[in-house]
């Protein structure tokens, strides 16, 4: 049998109260529709401020990039068990933690020979820790102000706590067994998480072939919207079928991303 557990609502949503929202002992409710949607959130609480008064928010339009020799992304993904939640946001794959390692965020001078089971990345001389990957749609980022169908986040943080979003715009085209995958094994109500230890999934299939990207400092795009955050977007799309993104669309209920942000003084970096 596939599906080794389903844990409604409480649970599920508690984890992802703690995780997202760890200093604040009540999490404020946020959306992507009407009052609690995008325009408002600077407007929810204190906490969320960023939203509306930050100067390096995300996501933003891509056209007036700087082509510049930037360092090779080193992917070591690897494979782990199904663990995806519908936190009413989006559709969501926590990555786990192997024994040996204990925490998300490398000691200082660990290289990739240190985690054999678990996702990485190197970047700029960083090590990072895959910690999740989620779906946006449409997608966040843009070029000339034009949305691809989809985009993906997998989210990595290194020994300090600084975090590296690696985005991948998702274009319509042909059928897409890795996500048919991942879509088979999503929870159908918000609240819900699925986990499966039977099959395994690794995020590497997601990923376009050629590997040049686009890089800037942004922040998180969603709430409180925390800044710092290291942005690649890869050129190439991966493809997926329009099926597929309209069953992604119905299990989300409503469009999930947040219009692009003023880029201010900031520079957006593309690999050449």
Not at 5 to 31: D, K, Q
Not at 100 to 121: A, E, N, W
Not at 129 to 148: C, G, M, N, R, V
Request: net charge negative; glycine share 6%.
């Amino acid at each position: 049998m596939r599906v080794l557990s389903i844990m409604v609502a409480a649970s599920a949503l508690t984890i992802l109260a703690n995780f997202s929202y760890a200093h604040e002992s009540h999490p404020i409710p946020w959306g992507y529709e009407g009052d609690h949607g995008p325009l408002h959130w600077g407007n929810l609480g204190p906490e969320f401020s960023l939203c509306e008064k930050g100067m390096a928010q995300s996501p933003v339009d891509l056209l007036q990039s700087r082509p510049l020799s930037l360092d090779e992304i080193v992917f070591s993904y690897k494979d782990a068990p199904f663990h995806v939640i519908n936190n009413g946001h989006t559709l969501q794959e926590l990555e786990p933690i192997s024994e040996t390692v204990k925490s998300r965020y490398p000691k200082h001078g660990q290289t990739m020979l240190h985690f054999d089971k678990d996702s990485t990345i190197m970047l700029h001389g960083d090590l990072y820790l895959l910690e999740q990957f989620h779906f946006h749609a449409p997608s966040e980022h843009t070029i000339d102000h034009k949305h691809y169908p989809m985009e993906l986040h997998l989210v990595h943080h290194n020994e300090r706590h600084e975090a590296a979003v690696v985005a991948v715009f998702m274009m319509e085209g042909k059928h897409n067994p890795f996500f048919e995958t991942f879509l088979n094994h999503a929870p159908q109500k918000a609240g819900e998480f699925i986990e499966d230890r039977s099959h395994l999934i690794n995020p590497s299939d997601l990923l376009p072939k050629r590997r040049s990207y686009y890089s800037y400092f942004g922040s998180y795009t969603t709430p409180p919207c925390h800044e710092g955050v290291l942005w690649t977007i890869m050129h190439d799309p991966i493809e997926v079928s329009a099926e597929q993104i309209q069953k992604f669309r119905s299990l989300v209920g409503h469009d999930n991303a947040r219009p692009v942000q003023p880029l201010h003084k900031r520079f957006v970096l593309e690999s050449n």
